[in-house]
Structures are given as structure tokens and as C-alpha cells.
Antibody, heavy 119, light 112 residues
Framework: QVQLVESGGGVVQPGGSLRLSCAAS????????MHWVRQAPGKGLEWVAF????????YYADSVKGRFTISRDNSKNTLYLQMNSLRAEDTAVYYC????????????WGQGTMVTVSS | QSVLTQPPSVSGAPGQRVTISCTGS?????????VHWYQQLPGTAPKLLIY???NRPSGVPDRFSGSKSGTSASLAITGLQAEDEADYYC????????????FGGGTKLTVL
């Protein structure tokens, strides 16, 4: 069964850091690109970051560029999102999603992990 | 302000047909990039509904269909059912300087 399970969310103060993880199972993780997508409370979906299957290329939304870092460990079947200099506007549910190719649909999504940035 | 524009809400009675539009530009849909659609039921993660403009993943009823023309795309739902009440999002790729993967603002479907 193909599955993505996020973890690492929580409450953090403005300016703080948090690292999210996304554990993959049921498919060959090292063959697929991966995205992070977030959804602020009551709002729509916002793409955050993408990493190629081998980690060779990474792309970021302007809103997180320079603050967030996407990475992966194919030996552990795990995707990461290191979030630094967090702001109130980063408060959201963060989802990881798998894609067959860069321009393809996000075909499998995790259940999400909530990040709250508040003092 | 989303790069892809969707109506905030649509509604229909059970059994009726509704459509949801997704309007883009020459740097995304009009550039030939595929449009994908996702369904998000209340309190759950998004689920892929339509990929590659008009293809349904295994398990998605044929009541759902997608199309694309020029700089726009549409999702049609026929034989509306109460369980279809959800938020729907279109998504594509944008080749502009600050672009990359983009979503529509989402459309809330209410089954009357």
C-alpha cells in the first residue's frame, strides 16, 4: 500500500525552526520526485518546494526561498523540510506529495502535519 | 491572488451537472502544461481526481471528467451526489520567473 506519513509539526515561536519529515512506503521512493504543499487555516493549497528523485535539483516558492530547505534520504525513504526563520504566515498544514515526473500530477498525498507559528 | 482562477463556489441539486472552471494564462495552461484536479473532503488531505487534463485515476467514478482548451480548463461532475460536497482545486505548472507549480484558489461545491 502506497503511503506517505508526515511528522514533526507543532507550535513554534516566530523566528524559530522546525524540521518536518515524510516517511514513504509501498513504492520505490528513490524513483520519484517529491513536493511539499501547505494549506493555511481556511485557505487554499500553496505549493512550497520540490525535489527531484535523486536530490539533484530543488525548487522553492518565493514565499519560503532562503528560509526553507527541502532534502531527502533515499536510503531511509524519507523526505524532509527544514524550516527556519518561521513567521506567523507560515502557519499551515504541511503535506508531502509524490509525483511520477516534474510536470505530472501529485498522485499520492500524506495526511498532513500542522505547524503553528505563534508567541 | 492565485495564478489559476477558479470560482469560489458552485452549487447544484442531487442528480444535476455542475462545472468548475480554471482560468490561467500563456505561461501555464496556455503554454501547454497539463491541468490536474484534486478533491478535498472536509478535514482530509487532497486526493487526485483528474490528471493530464482529462484522465481519471483508478477508482474515480466516470461522473467526473476534465477538459482543457486554450488558457482554461474545466471539471464537470454529472449525477451530483451528496458525497461530492467538497473543495476542488486545479493545478498546473507555470514557466514565469516566479512560477513553478501553481494551484487555483479552490472551489467549494455545495450539494443542495
Amino acid at each position: 500500500q502506497v503511503q506517505l506519513v508526515e511528522s514533526g509539526g507543532g507550535v513554534v515561536q516566530p523566528g524559530g525552526s522546525l524540521r518536518l519529515s515524510c516517511a514513504a512506503s509501498g513504492f520505490t521512493f528513490s524513483s520519484y520526485g517529491m513536493h511539499w504543499v501547505r494549506q493555511a487555516p481556511g485557505k487554499g493549497l500553496e505549493w512550497v518546494a520540490f525535489i527531484r528523485y535523486d536530490g539533484s535539483n530543488k525548487y522553492y516558492a518565493d514565499s519560503v526561498k532562503g528560509r526553507f530547505t527541502i532534502s531527502r534520504d533515499n536510503s531511509k525513504n524519507t523526505l524532509y523540510l527544514q524550516m527556519n526563520s518561521l513567521r506567523a504566515e507560515d502557519t499551515a498544514v504541511y503535506y508531502c506529495a509524490k509525483v511520477p515526473g516534474p510536470y505530472h500530477a501529485f498522485d499520492i498525498w500524506g495526511q498532513g502535519t500542522m505547524v503553528t507559528v505563534s508567541s | 491572488q492565485s495564478v489559476l482562477t477558479q470560482p469560489p463556489s458552485v452549487s447544484g441539486a442531487p442528480g444535476q451537472r455542475v462545472t468548475i472552471s480554471c482560468t490561467g494564462s500563456s505561461s501555464n495552461i496556455g503554454a501547454g502544461y497539463d491541468v490536474h484536479w484534486y478533491q478535498q473532503l472536509p478535514g482530509t488531505a487532497p486526493k487526485l481526481l483528474i490528471y493530464g487534463n482529462s484522465n481519471r485515476p483508478s477508482g474515480v467514478p466516470d461522473r467526473f471528467s476534465g477538459s482543457k482548451s486554450g488558457t482554461s480548463a474545466s471539471l464537470a461532475i454529472t449525477g451530483l451526489q451528496a458525497e461530492d460536497e467538497a473543495d476542488y482545486y486545479c493545478q498546473s505548472y507555470d514557466s514565469s520567473l516566479s512560477g513553478h507549480w501553481v494551484f487555483g484558489g479552490g472551489t467549494k461545491l455545495t450539494v443542495l
